[in-house]
Structures are given as structure tokens and as C-alpha cells.
């Protein structure tokens, strides 16, 4: 994977993994009555490239599930940036 479209792929894991780690964290000063991320900002990551990783957070850590900016959302930025994904790549000509 080099080039534009593994640039691309590189940027959406790695948006993933921290957004992934942001409803970790956020689940769990949920729990401990801490200061909490606001909901914007876990929503901006996600846009911005993470929300595979928010996604499977939000499931993994049934974190956010009744809201529907979430569990409406996420779904529907992931298959959204697997689209640029896929054009991104058939962009370059394969893999």
C-alpha cells in the first residue's frame, strides 16, 4: 500500500484507532463520574476518519447505542469512507 490511496488507508486506521480509544476512555469516566469528552468532538474524529473505530467502540463498549447522531452516524460515515476508500483505490489502478 504506497501512494495517495495507501496514504488515505493509513489516515482512516489510524483515526480509528483513536476514535476507537476516545469511547474507551469516555465509557469509562462515564462510569467513574469523570469529566466526559463531549459529544462533538468523539463525532468530529469520526468524520474526520475514525468512525470505524467509533463504531466497533460504540458496540464493544456499549457506549452511546441510544443516540441517534451515534448509532445512526457511525454506521453510515463508515460506509461513506469505505466509499472513498474503494474510489480512492480505484483511483491508483488496484492495490
Known amino acids: 500500500m504506497t501512494g495517495a490511496a495507501g496514504l488515505v488507508a493509513a489516515c482512516f486506521a489510524g483515526m480509528s484507532v483513536m476514535t ?5 476512555l469516555d465509557k469509562r ?7 466526559r469528552i463531549p459529544e462533538r468532538r468523539l463525532l468530529l474524529w469520526a468524520l474526520a476518519g475514525g468512525a470505524a473505530g467509533g463504531w466497533i467502540g460504540m458496540l464493544l463498549f ?8 451515534f448509532a445512526f ?16 483505490f480505484r483511483l491508483k489502478g488496484g492495490g
Not at 469516566?29 to 469529566?35: E, M, N, Q, S, V
Not at 452516524?73 to 480512492?88: E, N, W
Request: proline share 3%.
Open 29 to 35: 469516566r462515564a462510569r467513574l463520574g469523570r469529566r
Open 20 to 24: 476507537f480509544g476516545m469511547m474507551g
Open 73 to 88: 452516524g457511525l454506521p453510515l460515515m463508515t460506509v461513506l469512507h469505505a466509499l472513498l476508500l474503494a474510489a480512492a
Open 62 to 69: 456499549r457506549h452511546k447505542t441510544r443516540h441517534r447522531a
